[in-house]
């Protein structure tokens, strides 16, 4: 049976389809629960909760002492769209609000190949926290006077410890730099570098900053699976930018697509993926960047995810608790696919109106969901379920996670690659970025 938390408990971890609770968190509870199989702890993080995530949200405008610059710059968007043919007349404004605020903007990222995280962690603050030094150091803060107004963060595969940062006006490129290996600084910003301590021996620099065009808030990135190129976005913008990285160049992509929410490439790099905020996305292929266009009549895209190999996709939708699922019937640069509908009828149960955000791990075991509406005493939780991806993707539930506080709700989650399971880290209304290691006894060396 699918394991529930009951009100007042919090999750620790997932052990074989399990899901552990206890009364409060605790570094000893994961000692005696999950520590002794991974070596691991991975304490929970403070964080300082924005007003937008939370009071936004539900249509109530900051105080004048308050920064603004995000809730401005979704009203400068809403009143854009209103004269646009992207949407019926009969849209109103709060919703049309609701939808910007809800779209799903990566705030969480682990390195592809280290245990390191990095939230959004306030309005100009990252937080990195280095879960590999056993000495329990605390994190370090990257701020700048370039970033401001984050919206998006993501590590760069292949490529030490670097990490972009999507803020108003461009991009931060932040590198690590380690004795006998230091950041090389583009040479436009030397004047102004930031520098921050990341413990003994490690220093923070910000490397570049990628400046956008018209100094637009950047709400989305996406790095190609090689490192190399860096795809980026605004809220309302009809192009998207691919950025050569090494060389601080960026192309821009077909003008005319429309307000985008979000892009995604696949691991393998064949594939790219654009959603418009009308239900409209487009799969392209990378070597003549031709797409094609779907749309969907269950409301507009929350969340992308790739399958290990980027032969399928899976895409949730506002108005639906039903996934779909793109299988390419070829391979690239063809297009051709077919859709495949994804049931969750334990959402579709609980009343749930919609998919809020959608994480999918590198490994394709599991699958972390958070839903609109629903009954009261699930409002918050995050769904875990137990896929399958051959020879059509399936899904089993395995239960749900309740975080720390009172009556949180996930604002985001981002999945890491362990050798005994992924483990699901989730930035919380309440203020704690948890990491949750959800084993898999198959995994488990004995």
């Not at 004048?64 to 009203?75: H, I, N, Q, S």
């Not at 795809?231 to 160049?249: I, K, L, N």
């Not at 996709?313 to 690239?332: M, N, Q, R, Y």
Request: hydrophobic share 40%; proline share 7%.
């Amino acid at each position: 049976m699918p394991s529930f938390p009951q009100p007042g408990v919090v999750t620790v971890c997932e052990i074989n389809r399990d899901i552990i609770t206890a009364e409060s968190l605790s570094d000893e509870l994961a000692k005696d629960t999950y520590g002794k199989i991974l070596g691991v702890i991975f304490s929970p993080v403070p964080f300082q909760p924005e007003a937008s995530n939370v009071e936004q949200v539900a249509g109530q405008e900051p105080s004048d002492a308050a920064p603004t610059g995000g809730f401005a710059r979704l009203k400068e968007i809403v009143a854009g769209y209103t004269n646009r043919i992207f949407f019926p007349n009969e849209v109103r404004y709060s919703t049309m609000l609701n939808m910007l605020a809800d779209i799903d903007t990566q705030r969480v990222s682990w390195h592809p190949k280290r245990h390191c995280l990095a939230f959004v962690s306030g309005q100009n603050q990252v937080t990195v926290k280095d879960y590999e030094h056993s000495d329990g150091k605390d994190p370090c803060f990257l701020t700048s006077e370039f970033q401001r107004d984050i919206k998006t963060l993501e590590w760069r595969p292949n490529s030490g410890m670097m990490l972009a940062v999507g803020c108003r006006g461009g991009i931060c490129i932040w590198s690590a730099s380690f004795p006998g290996n230091s950041a090389s600084v583009r040479y436009e910003i030397t004047s102004s570098v930031n520098s921050v301590s990341g413990g003994p021996g490690v220093r923070w620099i910000l490397v570049d900053f990628l400046q956008s065009s018209n100094s637009e808030l950047t709400s989305i990135l996406s790095w190609s699976p090689n490192g190399r190129y860096l795809a980026s976005s605004s809220y309302g913008s009809s192009s998207f930018t691919v950025w050569d990285v090494s060389q601080g160049v960026g192309t821009a992509i077909r003008r005319g697509l429309g307000p985008l929410s979000m892009l995604k490439w696949s691991p393998s790099g064949d594939y790219f993926l654009t959603a418009k905020l009308d239900g409209t996305f487009y799969l392209w292929e990378t070597i003549t960047w031709t797409s094609e266009p779907w749309s969907s009549t269950t409301g507009y895209v929350t969340g992308v995810a790739w399958d290990p190999e980027g032969r399928m996709i899976l895409i949730s939708f506002s108005e639906s608790v039903t996934l779909g699922a793109i299988h390419f019937a070829s391979k690239p640069p063809s297009l051709a696919a077919h859709l495949v509908p994804l049931e969750m009828p334990e959402l579709a149960s609980l009343s749930a109106r919609g998919i809020e955000k959608m994480a999918w791990d590198a490994s394709g075991e599991r699958l972390a969901l958070s839903f609109k509406d629903g009954d009261e005493m699930y409002n918050g939780l995050i769904a875990i379920y137990d896929t399958r991806t051959t020879p059509l993707v399936s899904a089993s539930l395995v239960g749900f996670i309740r975080g720390p506080g009172e009556k949180p709700k996930p604002l985001a989650f981002a999945f890491h690659k362990f050798k005994q399971g992924p483990i699901l880290s989730v930035c919380w209304s309440s203020g704690w970025c948890c990491t949750y290691p959800l084993i898999i006894r198959s995994h488990i060396l004995l």
